[in-house]
């Protein structure tokens, strides 16, 4: 019985979603299923997470000017989503500190770019919302100021990682977040859904169910989220678990327009994970400008696929980000010197190498 439940209580909330979903079949190939995107569909939106996810997960303290400096640089390559910052204690993340005064900033300053940018907070509980909407209440954006905020919230696909992370499982952290959601939407705000270690957790290996992935967040869905952001946190994903995990979203019934993925490049698997991801119809990524960040449970270990390695390969796929890649190798670089740390994408090491070399060629 206990084996049953869940599965009813999932078909239940697939028969809930928002809009009518597609039939599934797990031994349909990809190419034919209904979710895949009309031809010409080579848009793909990178949500650049560096200035919180990787900025989180560096060591080094960031003066609060670096942190704006880089959300201001990342504004003027094109990119239309930048994740800006957290409303979380302090004292458990003290690299997030001051991210009011980023959201009063974007707010009163806004950044030059080319077009509206959607930038967004990580709110992990109640509490973090009603200091995110103290900022929002004091200066609303005015019609003059295109770009939207967007709050974002953080459960786990794993109990052992939900325990040391949220203090809590998983059934009371989305319980929390029901609060965190409703409250973002009655103030219009669009919420965004992380579900981290979804391809493998640090305390519980690779056996994450994709099943239950998927049951997380048709949950998230269904409280109102907006998006769903697929976290690979460990970096343990490899091509067949994300085919099985995309397949199992797809099987709850979940759309790909819902589904961000969000490699973590630990193993070097990021792009080839990337490549299945956009075979099934995926369309936006995370990534972080240098590949910023880290695992806090892997020391040593690289952080997010590079947003420079990320345009380059859907570039050369002839697909479409919108996004400079060699504004964005400078300031990865420039980001990287910052906080004393190498530069981890190979793609704008790339770039920025054979800039030299041209320039060094024509002092000759
Ligand atoms: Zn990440």
């Not at 959300?71 to 994740?83: F, K, M, P, Q, V």
């Not at 992380?194 to 305390?203: K, T």
């Not at 907006?226 to 690979?232: K, Q, T, V």
């Not at 380059?312 to 004393?340: Q, R, V």
Request: proline share 6%; with cysteine; charged share 20%.
């Amino acid at each position: 019985m206990s084996a049953i439940r869940p599965l009813l209580r999932y078909q239940n909330a697939r028969s809930r979603l928002r809009q009518p979903r597609g039939l599934a079949s797990s031994v349909e190939p990809l190419r034919n299923s209904p979710q895949a995107p009309p031809p010409g569909d080579d848009h793909v939106r990178i949500v650049e997470v560096g200035p919180r996810d990787g900025l989180q997960n560096e060591k080094k303290a960031i003066p609060q000017h670096t942190k704006i400096e880089l959300i201001s640089r990342l504004a003027r390559t094109g990119l239309t989503d930048i994740e800006a910052g957290s409303f979380v204690a302090p004292r458990w993340v003290p690299q997030m500190a001051g991210s009011d005064s980023i959201l009063q900033h974007i707010l009163t300053s806004p950044p030059q770019s080319p077009g509206p940018i959607n930038f967004s907070f990580l709110a992990p509980n109640a509490r973090g919302l009603k200091n995110a909407q103290e900022v929002l209440k004091l200066h609303t954006l005015d019609a003059s100021n295109r770009n939207t905020i967007e709050i974002s919230v953080f459960a786990a696909a794993s109990e052992s990682f939900s325990q040391k992370n949220l203090n809590c499982d998983i059934a009371t952290s989305l319980e929390r977040f029901k609060e965190v959601i409703q409250g973002a939407k009655a103030h219009d705000l669009r919420v965004r859904g992380y579900i981290s270690v979804v391809l493998g957790c640090p305390f519980e290996g690779r056996d994450i169910s994709p099943q239950r992935v998927a049951e997380i967040a048709t949950n998230l869905l269904e409280m109102g989220v907006d998006e769903i952001s697929l976290g690979d946190t460990t970096g343990m994903g490899t091509g067949p678990s994300t085919r099985s995990l995309l397949k199992a979203m797809h099987a709850a019934g979940i759309q790909n327009e819902d589904i961000a993925c969000h490699f973590h490049d630990t193993y070097g698997q990021a792009l080839v994970n990337t490549a299945v991801s956009l075979e099934h119809g995926i369309r936006i990524f995370d990534s972080s400008v240098g590949g910023l960040g880290g695992c806090p449970y892997s020391p040593g270990a690289t952080g997010n696929v590079a947003t420079e390695d990320m345009v380059y390969f859907i570039d050369s796929l002839g697909m479409k980000t919108g996004i400079d890649l060699p504004a964005l190798a400078e300031i990865g670089e420039w980001i990287s010197g910052e906080i004393d740390r190498s530069n981890a994408s190979n793609v704008g090491k790339a770039i920025l190498g054979s800039r030299r070399r041209r320039a060094g060629e024509s002092k000759l």
